[in-house]
Every structure is written in structure tokens, then in C-alpha cells.
């Protein structure tokens, strides 16, 4: 009997441990997300390139041109879980070159949970803002 108390235990147990961590792992993702709407809100292009495993090259033609925009909003359309992370995408409003004319871009984002650096990245690209 005390072997059977025993396994049930360490089964419980486990099972907390083990949503613990994807309760660390789910905060760390809504951390993140956060943060990287707030650097896409704020037009930090040298911040949003932190938010990727493999840094974009930014030519300096397109760094100029993001330079000129101003986000406007930034709207949540869909979340799915995979088995390699989230993909999501997102509705992003911006007016270009202080124009009063607001444009409309769709973001379709695959982040990626790296294990080893207990940390979430951008898989897809940052937004062209064409």
C-alpha cells in the first residue's frame, strides 16, 4: 500500500512540475509579446532584430524607409499552438512618410520556443511596411 501512495505521490507531483513549466513558458510568451509590440509600436527596428534566432541584414534603403513609419495599431487576429510553438497573426494600422492616410498590413507570425535559452523568437520575418 505504501508503495502504491508512493507512485501516486511522485505521478501528482510530477504532473505539477510539469504544468508549472508550461505556465513559465505561457508567461514568457505573452512577456514577449508584449514587448515586441511595444518595439513595433515605437518603430525600434535595431530592437525588433533582437526578437530573431537570425538577425535580418536591414539595407540602409529599407532602414530609411522604416524610419518613416508610424504604427497606428496593432490588433491580435488568431493564435494557435504548434507543435513547434505559436503561430499567430496580427493587424498592424500605420501611416507612412506623416501621411494622414492609414494603411493596413497582416502579419502572419511563427514564433519558436528555444529550450536551451528558455526564451521565445520570431521564425518569420519583421514586417516589410510596404
Not at 505521478?11 to 510568451?29: E, I, M, P, Q, V
Not at 538577425?55 to 496593432?74: C, M, T
Amino acid at each position: 500500500m505504501k508503495k502504491c501512495t508512493f507512485i501516486l505521490l511522485l505521478g501528482f507531483f510530477l504532473l505539477l512540475s510539469g504544468c508549472a513549466g508550461d505556465n513559465k513558458k505561457t508567461r514568457s510568451f505573452e512577456n514577449t509579446m508584449r514587448a515586441y509590440e511595444q518595439v513595433i509600436r515605437w518603430g525600434d527596428l535595431e530592437k525588433a532584430n533582437d526578437f530573431l534566432k537570425e538577425p535580418d541584414e536591414f539595407s540602409a534603403e529599407r532602414y530609411e524607409r522604416l524610419k518613416k513609419i508610424q504604427v497606428n495599431g496593432y490588433r491580435l487576429l488568431s493564435r494557435t499552438k504548434t507543435k513547434e510553438g505559436v503561430d499567430q497573426v496580427v493587424e498592424i494600422k500605420y501611416t507612412k512618410d506623416a501621411s494622414v492616410v492609414v494603411r493596413t498590413i497582416t502579419d502572419a507570425q511563427k514564433w519558436i520556443y528555444d529550450k536551451d535559452e528558455e526564451r521565445w523568437y520570431l521564425a518569420s520575418k519583421i514586417p516589410e511596411f510596404k
